[in-house]
């Protein structure tokens, strides 16, 4: 098991930018991902970086506006999230998995952080 703790999310105008954090504890070789959960939707997919190789995935909303990274030093995953938008307000929460797929679903991560809030004012 890994516990995460995630951190960066809070108030930005539209346009903006944030940096979230999710630092783990125990076990090393995990693929990470974040999702996001809007009031009133289901939670979704957002990003994945595989730990081997960094290989990153992406939903079709984010791409070449958020990046995910990694440091393995510090055992903690990054999200930069560049030119916001009103639309990206949501609870964004870090996880953990030990498979990798072109399409993930929430039921595919075992451990979860306690989410970060995320506001984009337009």
């Known amino acids: 098991q890994v516990q995460l703790v995630e951190s960066g999310g809070g108030l930005v105008q539209a346009g903006g930018s944030l940096r979230l954090s999710c630092a783990a504890s125990?076990?090393?070789?995990?693929?990470m991902g974040w999702f996001r959960q809007a009031p009133g939707k289901e939670r979704e997919f957002v990003a994945a970086?595989?730990?081997?190789?960094?290989?990153?995935l992406y939903r079709d909303s984010v791409k070449g506006r958020f990046t995910m990274s990694r440091d393995n030093a510090l055992n903690t995953v990054y999200l930069q999230m560049n030119s916001l938008k009103h639309e990206d307000t949501a609870v964004y929460y870090c996880?953990?998995?030990?498979?990798?797929?072109?399409?993930?679903?929430?039921?595919?991560?075992?451990?979860w952080g306690q989410g970060t809030q995320v506001t984009v004012s337009s």
């Open positions: 996880a953990a998995t030990g498979m990798w797929s072109s399409y993930f679903t929430r039921a595919d991560f075992g451990s």
């Open positions: 125990g076990r090393r070789a995990y693929n």
């Open positions: 970086i595989r730990w081997n190789d960094d290989s990153t």
